[in-house]
Every structure is written in structure tokens, then in C-alpha cells.
């Protein structure tokens, strides 16, 4: 008989929140019709043959659409009359600068227009993506002074070679090829979602960053504090070489309190406690966001640290005496304006009571962008293909679904994760594998000399500088600024 109930048998959940990446942008090859999932089951991935317009001119000066064809980083595309030009050989930062991602911008992206009906909304046709691109390099847009690229650049893909950490952990375990954002916009509203089922109506970054909503750390706490002796709670943040900082601290109001200074550690202990046995009931995992040491993956970093940083927690958790007992999540806030071809649904619950529209006039009734999920645990079985049964799909407040059903958190935080579904349907195994998997990252480039800034560090130094009063420093400086600033706010009061 079928457990009930499969969540109970874990005990500890873990989620790591990278940056910024779509599901093709980084999982896109994972299966193919030559190499389809092994359990039979649908993938929806890439074709060759997919493509996105670009207006262009010709010598003439006479205006056509080009097709430019997604192609795989270091490849031509198969298709069309760039299949037979030279590439150059594969580049890890792509995309490079870094590309659109407001609400108005994926917008842009998904319906080819900036404004869309809000109500009834077209069906999106993940079309613009290209004439985006190229958007926001000839405004520089979030260019920070690097060079414009090619607007074509948008359309390249990683493959499983490139990402081998996330890729061989998506095929032993579980990958969830329909996952999308809770937001079709920015990092801040979609990390108030996997944190808080809600935004409390914010869709970009500015000019709020703050969510005041109650979390699922405050839910755990109540609970804690109600009497439940079993769960506990704590944030690694992935402080790296360059001195503590928290994001989801920063902007998550309701876990700012002193009181809660020990529920918050380097990513060092969090490997101390895999190996200890001392992992909490519910784990949130940050990157390194800043220099030196980022490995958060955003555009336009490279990817390879993000791979190891994966392939460590992994060995952590499954190397410790908690494994058996363990769900690791890893997952991707948002798309970051990177191409993915499926459209997200809509039919999305809104998060609020009150129902009221958020900024921009958004009623939260359409999902955001596809990003990567991988899900492990030994109970799921290798080469799965993980999507929900039903209408709604996979997004971040699945997270918050899941740890309430694990750790009996009756009430929903919001409307959004009453109704998301879990991942207790990944727990097919009656008994925890054995088997090892082993992952090996590539090597990693040296230290970057000459750091680059995102728009997530500008946003981060604009955060601080209006909490602390402190001036924000020049684009040479904001990385050592950032965490000066959060040690001042939260270490040094």
C-alpha cells in the first residue's frame, strides 16, 4: 500500500537558490531524442530547430526577420544560414553583458511587446527573447560599461558536458522540467516567494526591497516556540572569502530580529553540520553573491564555481549520517532573461487575501519563466522526470508546500502555497539507495582580477546604502561596500 504520506520519511530539507539561469539555458540538452530519459517518460528540452526573430536591415537597407537559431556554447546552430559560420570555442559567462529581466522587460521576452493585457493576457509565444537582447545592449541596459554582444548570443545554451555537476545530478535523481518562477520578472519578488508564498504586490526589484510578510522560517519558529522540540531552522550563506552576507536577511523583514543572529551561519558550517549529524529541520542555502569567491552563477559570472558549489553541498549531505532522512532542492530564483522556450502557464493563484493588483497593475495570475530544478534524495528513483499531477504546475512556493507537509505546518503562509503541489510524489522507493553518485565539476578559472558588477550588486548597494546612510561607492568598490555595509546593519548593533 502507498505511503500517505511520503514526505514523512524526510526529516530535513535543504534548498539551494542560485541565480538567474532558465531551464534551457542550463538543462535544455539533458535528454534528446537520441538520449531520451531512461524511465520513458516526456522531457521538455531543446531542438535544434528552435529559433527567435530578429528585425534586422539588410545592405540595402531594407528590413527582414532573420531567424536566429538556438545553438549549444561553442557550436554553430544546425539549422539556417549561420550552421556553417566559426564560432568561437566555448564560453563559460555567457550571456555577457548581462540581459533584461524586469517585469516589463520579460514582458518583452514572452508576448514580443512591453505591455500586456493584465486580465485575460495573450498566450505567450517565448519569442522575443532575441529583439530583447538586443534592446538592452544597444540602452545599456544592465551593461555596467562592458562591451554591447552579438543580440544572436541570447540563444546559446550550456550543454551536459558544460554543466556537469547539475546535469548528472538531474539524471541520478530527479529533474523537474516543468518548474517556473513564481514571478515572470526580477531576483527580489521570486525570493520573497520562496521565502513567503507572496510578495506582498511587488513585481521588480525598486522601488521596494523589503517583504514584510510572514515566512516559513517565522512558521517553523512559531511552531518551535509553541511547544515541537523536532524542528529548528537555519540560513548558510555562502560567505566565501568575503566576509558575511546575507540577501534573504536583508530583505525579509520578519527575520531581521537580534533574537535570531544564531539561525544564521557561513556556508563552512553548514558542512560541519552535514558531517556532524547536525543539519536543521529546514535549510535555506545563499551563494557567494559578491567578490571575491561569487559562485552564484548570475550573468555574467562563470558558471564553473556554481557547478563545484553544487557538487559540495551535494557531497556534504550525501556523505553525512542524515542522508536517508534528507530532500535537496536545487533551483534557480528566476530566468534572467536567458532564452527558454516554454511558455509559462497561467491559472496562478493570487498569493493575497485581499486580492489587490501589485505593481505594474500585475494580478500574480501567470507563472514566471522555467527555471533548472533538480531534486535529490535516496528515495527517489535515477532518471526521473518530475512534473505534478493536475493543472498547476511546480513553482518556488512548491518549497514552501513541501516543508510544511513534511514537519505537519498546517496553516498556508498564503493562497499560493495552499495550492501549490509538493514533491512528495518524487519518493518512489520503498528503501534509500546505496549507490554513489559521484559528480565531478570542471576546473575551476583563476581568480577573476577584475571583477564584474551585476545589477544585483547595484541593487544589493543600494539596499544598504539607504539602511545604513552610508554613501554608495563607484562600480570598483561596491563588492567590498556590500559587505562592510551588511556587517555594520546586522553584526555591529
Excluded at 72 to 78: D, L, M, R
Excluded at 112 to 139: H, I, K, S, W
Excluded at 281 to 301: I, V
Excluded at 346 to 371: C, E, I, S
Aim: aromatic letters at 10%; charged letters at 25%.
Amino acid at each position: 500500500m502507498p505511503d500517505a504520506n511520503p514526505l514523512s520519511r524526510i526529516k530535513h530539507v535543504i534548498v539551494l537558490m542560485l541565480e538567474n539561469r532558465s531551464f534551457d539555458n542550463l538543462l535544455g540538452w539533458l535528454y534528446t531524442d537520441k538520449n531520451p530519459p531512461p524511465r520513458g517518460q516526456a522531457f521538455e528540452g531543446l531542438r535544434p530547430d528552435m529559433w527567435n526573430p530578429l528585425d534586422n536591415i539588410d545592405a540595402d537597407g531594407i528590413p527582414f526577420v532573420e531567424k536566429v537559431y538556438v545553438r549549444k556554447n561553442g557550436e554553430p546552430p544546425a539549422f539556417g544560414s549561420a550552421a556553417k559560420r566559426k564560432y568561437p570555442k566555448c564560453d563559460f559567462t555567457k550571456p555577457a553583458p548581462d540581459p533584461g529581466e524586469g517585469f516589463k522587460t520579460t514582458n518583452h521576452q514572452l508576448f514580443g511587446q512591453y505591455d500586456v493585457a493584465l486580465l485575460y493576457p495573450p498566450e505567450p509565444t517565448n519569442m522575443g527573447f532575441v529583439n530583447d537582447y538586443r534592446d538592452a545592449n544597444l540602452f545599456n541596459t544592465y551593461t555596467f560599461g562592458e562591451a554591447p554582444a552579438d543580440p544572436r548570443d541570447i540563444m546559446i545554451t550550456y550543454t551536459p558536458e558544460q554543466t556537469p555537476v547539475l546535469s548528472e545530478l538531474a539524471r541520478q535523481y530527479a529533474v523537474c522540467d516543468h518548474w517556473y518562477g513564481s514571478v515572470p520578472s526580477q531576483t527580489l519578488p521570486n525570493r520573497h516567494f520562496v521565502h513567503a508564498a507572496t510578495s506582498t504586490g511587488q513585481v521588480n526589484n525598486k522601488p521596494d526591497s523589503d517583504c514584510d510578510a510572514k515566512t516559513i522560517y517565522n512558521a517553523i519558529q512559531d511552531a518551535i516556540d509553541g511547544g515541537r522540540k523536532d524542528l529548528s531552522w537555519r540560513i548558510y550563506c555562502g560567505t566565501g572569502k568575503g566576509g558575511m552576507f546575507c540577501l534573504t536577511r536583508l530583505v525579509m523583514t520578519q527575520i531581521q530580529d537580534k533574537k535570531f543572529d544564531g539561525n544564521f551561519q557561513p556556508i563552512e558550517q553548514f558542512y560541519k553540520d552535514c558531517a556532524d549529524g547536525n543539519l536543521p529541520s529546514y535549510t535555506f542555502l545563499e551563494p557567494q553573491f559578491h567578490y571575491p569567491g561569487y559562485n552564484d552563477q548570475h550573468p555574467p559570472q562563470d558558471i564553473r564555481p556554481g557547478d563545484k558549489l553544487m557538487a559540495d553541498i551535494y557531497n556534504a549531505v550525501s556523505s553525512g549520517p542524515q542522508w536517508n532522512e534528507t530532500l535537496l532542492v536545487l533551483t534557480y530564483d528566476e530566468h534572467g532573461g536567458c532564452y527558454d522556450h516554454a511558455p509559462p502557464p497561467g491559472g496562478a493563484k493570487h498569493p493575497d487575501k485581499d486580492k489587490q493588483p501589485g505593481q505594474d497593475g500585475f494580478l500574480f495570475n501567470r507563472f514566471g519563466v522555467r527555471v533548472p530544478t533538480v531534486v535529490i534524495s535516496p528515495l527517489i528513483e535515477a532518471g526521473t522526470v518530475l512534473r505534478p499531477e493536475g493543472y498547476t504546475p511546480f513553482d518556488h512556493t512548491t518549497v514552501i508546500s513541501t516543508a510544511r507537509k513534511c514537519f505537519g505546518l498546517d496553516e498556508p503562509l498564503t493562497q499560493r502555497d495552499a495550492h501549490a503541489p509538493d514533491l512528495g510524489c518524487a519518493l518512489t522507493l520503498d528503501t534509500p539507495r546505496t549507490d554513489k553518485v559521484v559528480v565531478k565539476p570542471l576546473p575551476l578559472p583563476d581568480e577573476d582580477k577584475s571583477p564584474k558588477v551585476n545589477d544585483l550588486h547595484h541593487l544589493v548597494a543600494d539596499i544598504l546604502a539607504e539602511k545604513t546612510g552610508k554613501q554608495k561607492p563607484s562600480d570598483e568598490e561596491i563588492h567590498n561596500f556590500v559587505h562592510e555595509a551588511y556587517h555594520l546593519l546586522f553584526e555591529n548593533r
